[in-house]
């Protein structure tokens, strides 16, 4: 019967390893915890699981060898990358109108954790770097005894769940002063434009940082 995870000591050394690479805080979780502080700890968690999503699709890419693409077209990765970076600062400007037009009404719940919902896929999905990091990382841990390509998605799912539990805590830790931000209504606008250039600033990081390597 095929394995999908690998044998025990080098499973052990891939769990320790992936919880230390989802508790360091990147992109993805500087957009959970600016959503969880500006829209409480709800929105958080609607934009983990979103970011989740996201980034399960880049594990499947990896394994389906869309890595190979990125490391060997410089244009599909830029597009990528760009189309990315495009988005986050899209989603800057739209938190900074929102700051203007403040007092206009709100979106209704179930539509606006939708949004946010979408917005977490596509800012995780649109993240070329997440699919080459699971086409390095992920091999180290793979065996002999099973096909690669199920053994890459099998640990890509349980990486992307150690994450998800990770950005979780993030996600509940900053949502809890959301309330406080709430009943002060200077320091919520001033929240909200301090999201909007996050936002901008993670999009020009992205657009900016480093290359395919």
Known sequence: ??????????????????????VTPGP???????????????????SVAGVALGN???????????AAL????????????YA?????????????RASRDD????????????RIFRDGFVVALLNPKTTLFFA???PQFL??????????????????????????IYALSAGSVGPALARASGVRVLSRYLSGFVFIALGIFTALAGSRG
């Not at 007092?103 to 939708?114: D, F, K, N």
């Not at 005894?145 to 950005?167: E, H, R, S």
Request: net charge positive; with cysteine; hydrophobic share 60%.
């Open 136 to 138: 390095a990382f992920l």
């Open 28 to 46: 993805g979780v500087i957009y959970i915890v600016t959503r969880s502080l500006t829209q409480g700890r709800r929105s958080g968690l609607v």
């Open 143 to 168: 065996s002999s005894d099973t096909t690669p390509m199920l053994q890459t998605v099998a640990l890509g799912t349980l990486f992307v769940a150690i994450a998800a539990c990770t950005d979780s």
């Open 56 to 66: 399960l699709g880049n594990a499947l890419a990896a394994s389906l060898g869309m």
């Open 103 to 114: 007092a206009m009404p709100s979106v209704p719940g179930p539509a606006r954790r939708a």
């Open 84 to 96: 990315g970076a495009l988005y986050l600062v899209y989603l800057g400007v739209q938190t900074l």
């Open 70 to 81: 990125f490391a060997a077209s410089a244009a599909a990765f830029a597009f990528v990358k």
């Open 1 to 22: 019967m095929m394995e999908l995870v690998p044998a025990w000591p080098l499973f052990s050394a891939f769990l320790f390893a992936s919880l230390v690479l989802a």
